[in-house]
């Protein structure tokens, strides 16, 4: 029975077994072997487990993150570019439309002292 390598945290306590020469894939015996290890060893290795586990969803989860931040930094990018075009576009168009000054405001003395 070819299973392939499994992926990011579907390596059961059994499959752990087996790799690490403690079991034979193919025994007859009974699933209870858990049962003939010492608590102690038994216990390591399901922590063993559930920390790969935990590790493999914490990378995707990180993986994820990552790919979301790439995302808005493209995105974020193509706005600026575009308002970037938007203002040169805007200022171009200022200048060409107005060659004449606008309304200068003077000083007058409306006083004498």
């Given amino acids: 029975m070819d299973r392939g390598d499994?992926?990011?945290?579907?390596?059961?306590?059994?499959?752990f077994l087996v790799q690490a020469g403690l079991f034979a894939?193919?025994?007859v015996a009974p699933p209870n072997d858990m049962n003939l290890?010492?608590?102690t060893l038994e216990r390591r290795?399901?922590?063993?487990?559930?920390?790969?586990?935990?590790?493999?969803?914490?990378?995707?989860r990180?993986?994820?993150?990552?790919?979301?931040l790439v995302s808005k930094v493209s995105h974020l990018e193509e706005k600026n570019l575009k308002l970037m075009?938007?203002?040169?576009?805007?200022?171009m168009?200022?200048?060409e439309s107005s060659p004449e000054p606008k309304y200068q405001l003077r000083r007058t003395s409306s006083a004498s002292f």
Avoid: M, V, W
Wanted: aromatic share 6%; hydrophobic share 30%.
């Fill in 6 to 15: 499994p992926t990011l945290g579907e390596l059961t306590l059994e499959d």
């Fill in 25 to 27: 894939e193919a025994s």
């Fill in 37 to 39: 290890l010492p608590p």
């Fill in 45 to 60: 290795l399901r922590r063993k487990i559930k920390n790969r586990e935990s590790a493999a969803r914490s990378r995707a």
């Fill in 62 to 68: 990180k993986q994820a993150y990552h790919n979301e």
């Fill in 85 to 91: 075009k938007d203002k040169e576009f805007e200022k």
């Fill in 93 to 95: 168009f200022l200048c």
